[in-house]
């Protein structure tokens, strides 16, 4: 199964300020007050007046993000830090083998990063989206890491996180679909057992 992420997550305030007058801007929740706002060629454009670049070989550390990052749309995102931090996350994988990449602002300038890895052989904690995700203030819970814990496995694609924020889900969306999904099979598990043909051939 594949997974491929281009996404700016800060805390959900900042960006819903930010972005609120902005056309192509679509805020998906995440848990811990935190949002994800799919980077899409359309909201780069608005967002700096000009078509986005894409590099044409695979990304690697001296060149961590298939998205170029222009230096007006580094200045958006180094303004918007100025509020609190900012990260660019990307990621793509396909069959067990891809990457992943990540970069902080914050105070109007980058304070960590970019960092990137293909190798992803070091402990969890300090895979590059885990460690931005730290460094935007993210906390430790239940989840195996921030990436889990703040829901960023929930969708797959930019497409699913568009989405994930248009319909206004939550990040336990999932949870709580399979939730009422056992609370709906154990309320038929308590109704008392119909007798006879109809009963017997469960038809209602």
């Known amino acids: 199964m594949s997974y491929q992420l281009s996404a700016v997550v800060a805390d959900v305030e900042l960006l819903r300020e930010q972005t609120a007058d902005l056309d192509h801007a679509v805020l998906a929740a995440l848990r811990q007050d935190f ?59 396909a069959g067990g083998l891809g990457h992943q990449s990540a970069v902080v602002w914050l105070g109007g300038e980058v304070s960590w990063g970019p960092r990137y890895d293909a190798a992803l052989d070091r402990p969890r904690t300090e895979w590059p989206i885990n460690t931005a995700l730290a460094r935007l203030g993210a906390e430790p819970g239940a989840w195996i890491d921030p990436f889990a814990e703040l829901g ?8 699913g996180w568009l989405a994930h924020g248009r319909r206004g889900l939550s990040a336990d969306y999932w949870d709580e679909l399979a939730e ?25």
Do not use: C, M, N
């Open 35 to 93: 949002a994800l706002l799919p980077v899409t060629p359309q909201l780069v454009q608005e967002l700096t007046g000009g078509l986005p670049d894409y590099a044409t070989d695979e990304p690697r550390a001296e060149r961590p993000f298939r998205l170029v990052l222009s230096p007006p749309l580094a200045e958006v995102l180094a303004r918007w830090s100025r509020s609190g931090p900012v990260a660019y996350l990307e990621a793509e994988f």
């Open 152 to 159: 960023l496995h929930l969708e797959r694609d930019t497409d």
């Open 180 to 204: 009422e999904w056992e609370l709906r099979q154990s309320d038929k598990q308590q109704q008392p057992h119909r007798s006879g043909p109809v009963g017997d051939w469960g038809i209602a």
